[in-house]
């Protein structure tokens, strides 16, 4: 069985670097981009099995039209996201409700920052088996 690559999309030199350590552990294969057009350039190289997204990026909620943009392209639309953000944090705004909502936010998993690393395994290991399987 190959090993499942993951692309981490997050401005956040420090939880880039932190994260991929993490998923480095349980030897997954890892690429990162700093940027929603950087992001999109690595899926264009290579399809990972799952996708970290950040929503705050750049001028604003750059995951969001990341998500939107991705799960429009067939190429893309099936490929698992879980969005770690630390959005409250920064804005104090929280989804009322379901938090994942196709159209609106069309992501797999959304967890708040910090996320503890055995969660994060446990979540991405979850959605690449999906992917997969």
């Known amino acids: 069985?190959?090993?499942?690559r993951i692309l981490i999309i997050d401005d956040d030199p420090e939880f880039?670097?932190?994260t991929k350590a993490v998923l480095e552990t349980k030897e997954y294969g890892v690429d990162c981009a700093y940027d929603a057009d950087e992001g999109f350039a690595r899926l264009e190289e290579e399809v990972p099995d799952v996708i970290i997204l950040d929503i705050m990026m750049g001028k604003?909620?750059?995951g969001f039209i990341f998500?939107?943009?991705?799960?429009k392209d067939p190429r893309f639309a099936e490929i698992p996201i879980l969005m770690l953000t630390s959005m409250r944090e920064q804005t104090g705004f929280d989804f009322p409700g379901?938090?994942?909502?196709?159209?609106?936010?069309?992501v797999d998993e959304y967890v708040e920052k910090p996320i503890e690393p055995l969660t994060l395994l446990e979540k991405v290991d979850r959605l690449?088996?999906?992917?997969?399987?």
């Open 16 to 18: 880039v670097e932190m």
């Open 98 to 106: 379901e938090r994942i909502h196709t159209k609106f936010l069309p």
């Open 128 to 133: 690449a088996k999906k992917n997969v399987g």
């Open 1 to 4: 069985m190959n090993t499942p």
């Open 67 to 71: 998500a939107r943009r991705m799960r």
């Open 60 to 62: 604003g909620a750059e």
